[in-house]
């Protein structure tokens, strides 16, 4: 697993049982995105897919949206007073004739692995900047039954925590429960963002026939990244705050959660929920 992982000693207590062994953790360290050379955000992350993570943080924030805008992403030699390369710094460079938001920052934004932009976001950003409003896209008609699959199926494909216990974890299904992609991270947004940019990588954006699937709660950040990818189904095992749900409320994003066997409940864009007659409520 190379730096995804790290093993230290610990004082183990079982049943009045003292004995001391290795364990393996999960790796944290930070990264910092420079956009076109300039220092633009660090985030807490688990090493791995940082050309990806970069990628679709840049998505969630309005400058990436084609493989097209993307020219190269490197890893920054000399980034320390040393000399060497530590690789917790990426460049991203885009394409001649992309233009750039008005971030209006001289800010290195510290992004927490569990909150994602704080503060910075709002819902009139994200309306006003997403490029493929989820409420034109296909209608895509999804069993609660196919849901309740997802968790399950999004646990048995990590891989890391099996080892940790300490990573959370983002897939992307399609509409049918086809497992498109997973990867894991200290921080859900850090484990979408991957998901994402991988997709902007192989040309696959918009993700308008996909369900994001998130372990954990579905933050205000998770929400807002699904609308910037263009996915229309954002499903978590845990609550919703009420900003997610705003944003989806305003966005047509369909949000479920409590998603826990066959129970769930659904916050915002419930037409996409395939219920049998008998079962829509009254």
Not at 4 to 22: C, F, H, N, Q, Y
Not at 23 to 31: K, N
Not at 162 to 183: K, Q, Y
Request: glycine share 8%.
């Amino acid at each position: 697993m190379g730096r995804v992982t790290e093993r230290r000693k610990v004082l183990r207590i079982r049943d009045g049982a003292v004995s001391t062994r290795p364990d393996t953790l999960v790796a944290e360290e930070p990264l910092e995105i420079r956009l076109d050379g300039k220092p633009l955000a660090i985030t807490m992350r688990t090493p791995g897919d940082d050309f990806a993570l970069a990628a679709g943080f840049l998505v969630s924030e309005g400058v990436l949206a084609t493989a097209s805008d993307l020219q190269n992403i490197v890893y920054c030699a000399g980034a320390t007073a040393d000399g060497t390369n530590t690789y917790n710094v990426v460049d991203v460079k885009t394409a001649p004739g992309v233009t750039l938001p008005d971030f209006s920052l001289e800010r290195n934004v510290y992004t927490s692995s569990s909150c994602g932009l704080c503060g910075k976001a709002s819902l009139d950003a994200v309306r006003t900047t997403a490029r493929w409003p989820i409420a034109d896209t296909p209608p895509l008609r999804v069993t609660p039954e196919l849901l309740a699959s997802l968790p399950d199926r999004l646990r048995s494909a990590q891989r890391v925590f099996d080892r940790t216990g300490g990573l959370h974890a983002a897939a992307l299904f399609s509409e049918d429960g086809e497992l498109l992609d997973t990867r894991e991270d200290v921080g859900r947004h850090n484990a979408v963002d991957k998901l994402v940019g991988r997709a902007l990588q192989n040309g696959g954006l918009p993700l308008s026939r996909t369900i994001l699937m998130v372990s954990g709660r579905a933050s205000f950040e998770l929400a807002q990244k699904a609308v910037m990818a263009g996915v229309p189904m954002l499903a978590a095992v845990s609550a919703p705050s009420s900003l997610a749900v705003d944003l989806a409320a305003e966005t047509g994003l369909t949000l479920v959660g409590f998603l826990r066997g066959s129970s769930m409940n659904v916050y915002a864009g419930e037409d996409r929920i395939a219920l049998q007659e008998s079962a829509t409520p009254s």
